[in-house]
């Protein structure tokens, strides 16, 4: 028996999808011992500090830098701990999203990690057309791909399923985080940290009107003493804070778009931009997007898991037998969904 499964390697959290679209998500992270750099905890247990070392300071690490490796040996710690969360089987088979923009030689060393991790069979998909086949559409689609990770966007076009483009973009969601954090300070020399202003942007930001004015209590640190302070925070609080990482991400979505082929515009308008990623869950993103350059856009209920879910769903379509172990096979997806479709 061979259990398949997709795995979406994110600067924030890894994220695994099964053949059924359950999801199993750790955060991106590692604790290590802060003198002996002993690895202490991966996951959920290292975000939340519970193995801190004997003088009750661990550090914490990400093993992915701008959706590329990192550290090696750090990733394959945490891609054996996903992996062992699988049910036993007589073998895995996984497709693991990456950036378009990866070098063939960190892919290789990704192969090596998973098969070290108990993998028997891997192959690579660019996570920009992972995401839209997770969103539900067809690898063959005439599409603009928008995915929104923590640290970077990737973006591709496609045209019957044939990618005309693709980009990564150094704008994510943490730098919308980042842009409150910065705000609070300026307004009133606050230090909070990037938790407390992802909640903020989740609980308050938006990019587009019809957030309800609504408010929440935050706490930090006073830049001068020290001093913890608490204070209340308001949607009306947050107005206008994130224009630099907006624009950024607007600019890349304008050029993606400028450089599409006049003969392909009307086929991949019709689909216009499929949202995805963390990012695309800020309020009215998906309006502004739309307004700004007059494209539809359409995000699907759980953009987060859109790369994960095609990841998994990659294998429905792929012939029992093959040779596509070690490859990178976003090219080849189109054809291998088309010959799926004609045997039945």
Known sequence: MTTRIGIDLGYAYITLSNAAQDIYREPSVILM?????????????????????ASGE????????????????????????????????????CAIGVPSDLLTKQENEIFDMLAAAGVGEAFAVDRAVAALIGAGYSPTISA???????????????????IISSVREQVGGEDFDKAIKQHILDQGEMNVSLLVARTIKEKLGAVWQ????????????????????????????????????????????????KKIPTDYVTDIFENGIILTGGGAELFG???????????????????????????????????????????NITDKLAKLYEQKKEKK
């Open 144 to 162: 603009i791909s928008v995915n929104i990770g923590a640290s970077s966007t990737e973006i591709a076009v496609l045209h019957k399923g044939t």
């Open 33 to 53: 011992d802060k003198e002996s750099r002993r690895i202490l905890s991966i996951g959920t247990r290292a975000a939340a500090g519970e193995d801190t070392d």
């Open 210 to 257: 019809g957030r309800p004015n609504e408010s929440i209590d935050i706490e930090g640190t006073l830049s001068l003493t020290g001093s913890r302070i608490k204070m209340s925070i308001s949607t009306e609080d947050v107005v206008g804070v994130f224009e630099k990482p907006l624009q950024t991400l607007l600019y890349a979505i304008a050029n993606a778009v």
């Open 285 to 327: 993103l998906e309006t502004m997007i739309n307004r700004v350059l007059g494209i539809a856009v359409t995000k699907p209920a759980q953009p987060i898991d859109a790369v994960a879910k095609g990841l998994a769903r990659i294998h429905t379509f792929l012939p029992k037998k093959h040779r596509l172990s070690g490859k």
């Open 58 to 93: 661990g550090i914490l690490v990400r093993p992915f830098k701008n959706g590329m490796l990192y550290s090696s040996d750090l990733t394959g710690e945490i891609l054996s701990s996903v992996v062992s969360a699988v049910k036993p089987a007589e073998e895995i088979s």
